[in-house]
């Protein structure tokens, strides 16, 4: 899979979450494998150039965090120039553009979705971020402002014609936000507007089969994953193992899970500090638990997390807890096993609206 000049060994994707896509989680998804180019949070253009210390954490990077993609937001076409320069110049992978956050503060000054809605003015800042670096500059969109205005397939074509790399499109519109299913036909439209740049699909994509069912539906050349890294964050390897032999692999056992959960907790810590970190991982500790059957006693104690010596006792007492639930083989007693996700476009729509995957609660609750 290329995208410019990067070649990549996956055309599997991390999608950028606000509050959630940092250091600590892309170190956690790359170590279990199937991941490539992932990115980071959305940064401010601005920000950035001002050098201001929370746009500086929002790229923190490491060797092993390659290759990476910094998504950046803004409405001044030479403060998404010089900030994309700035990025080129510090080994950054690839830019990204938003093109799809609904907030309104982004909104109205003409970035994140509003920006879907100016094809010239658009096109325009993406010709001088092209102009301006050698690492590829890419595009992120949903399908429009709304059902009468799906405007994804001509902004495409015309970012396709002043030099982006590919294109992620979320199958929702801005006034959807989350809401329904996600839209096979819309991805599919946006694949067929354009000519050869890499075209990659999102949205509620869950498991393997649902990674499949989006490409083969729409022609995409990959899928990008958010929320569903969060319930699994095996999916990038089970999804590339799945598509390259067609053969399902097993679920991890609950030991690996619990593995991952620390070795997240552990890089949250070394990236954020004891204090921080743990007030960070208080959001991730439920993802982890919505997997390991009952936790009601995990998820209480977890969201007040202040300390490492308190992660591990919180821990300790849920594995005991938690033996109530299991059968003398040590497995999960039946009854007590999560439901198996399914993803929106992959099922009837009166199962979709129970069955929504939920949108964690963060800085970007509209997304
Ligand atoms: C909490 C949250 C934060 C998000 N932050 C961003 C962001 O910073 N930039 C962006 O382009 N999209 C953002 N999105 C949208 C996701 O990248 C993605 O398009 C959307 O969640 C659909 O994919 P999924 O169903 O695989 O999660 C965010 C979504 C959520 C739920």
Known sequence: MRIGALTLRSNLFLSPLAGYTNLPFRLTLRELGGLDLATTDLVNARSLLEKN??????????????????????????????????????????????????????????????????????????????????????????LGWDDQNITAPDLARALEDVGVAAIFIHGRTREQGFTGSVNLS????????VKSVSVIGNGDVTTCEAARHMIEQTGCAGVSIGRGAFYNPWIFKQTQHYLETGELLPEPPFEERIQVLCRHFELMLEVFGETHGCRMFRKVGPWYSKRFGPANEFNKRIVQLSSRAEFHEILARYLEWRKQFLDENGELKEAYRPMPLVASFMQEPDVTKREAIPVPRGPVEVW
């Open 53 to 142: 210390p929370k746009a500086l954490k929002l790229i923190e990077s490491c060797p092993a965090d390659r290759p990476l993609a910094v998504q950046l937001f803004g409405a001044v076409p030479e403060e998404m120039r010089d900030a994309a320069s700035y990025l080129e110049s510090i080994g950054i992978s690839a830019v990204d553009i938003n093109m799809g956050c609904p907030v309104r503060k982004v909104c109205r000054v003409g970035g994140g979705s509003a920006m879907m809605t100016e094809l010239g003015k658009t096109a325009h800042l993406v010709k001088l971020m092209v102009d301006a670096v050698k690492i590829p500059v890419t595009a992120k969109m949903r």
């Open 186 to 193: 819309g991805i599919r439209a946006v694949v067929e507007a």
